[in-house]
């Protein structure tokens, strides 16, 4: 499962990167993604949408075991 994420975070960066952010994986538990918001996302107010109606939208499309993605 964490490579099918990762795979799908490969997918996610470019976005993010070009706003200046970055995205790190830092666990999975039991369907529960946790990942590092980097850059100019870490701290910005748009932050959590971008984070649930993303990230979280497209990691459950690409990899159906994930239930939900939150930041640490």
Request: glycine content about 12%; proline content about 4%.
């Amino acid at each position: 499962m964490k490579e099918r994420v990762e795979q799908a975070l490969k997918k996610i960066r470019p976005a993010l990167e070009a706003d200046g952010g970055g995205i790190e994986l830092v666990d999975i538990v039991d369907g529960v993604v946790s990942v590092r918001l980097k850059g100019a996302c870490h701290g910005c107010p748009g932050a959590q949408m971008t984070l649930k109606m993303g990230v979280e939208r497209i990691l459950k499309e690409e990899v159906p075991d994930v239930k939900s993605v939150q930041a640490v």
